[in-house]
């Protein structure tokens, strides 16, 4: 489905807003996500953060453990 707005028909870039981003009209709540859809992505996002966190974290030991550089100190330069 695709979402519009009915005033400007631009496409809704961010429909957890009640107006366009665009024209400023008022979005009604059938385009919009509902509390519940707003809470379900925030996990997802909160849940897709903290995976690329510990991808991270796992990368950085390989690199140490492979005797890579493991950061400047950039204290000297300043």
């Known amino acids: 489905m695709s ?9 809704l870039y961010n429909r957890r807003l009640s107006h366009c981003g665009f024209c400023g009209a ?5 385009l919009r996500f509902t509390p519940e859809e707003i809470a379900a992505l925030d996990r997802e996002m909160t849940e897709l953060e903290e995976q690329r966190k510990q991808r991270e974290r796992v990368a950085e030991e390989a690199r140490r453990a492979e005797g890579g550089d493991t950061g400047v100190d ?5």
Not at 26 to 30: F, L, S
Request: hydrophobic share 20%.
């Open 26 to 30: 008022d979005i009604p709540e059938n």
């Open 74 to 78: 950039y204290s000297a330069f300043t």
């Open 3 to 11: 979402y519009h707005c009915p005033s400007c028909q631009r496409v």
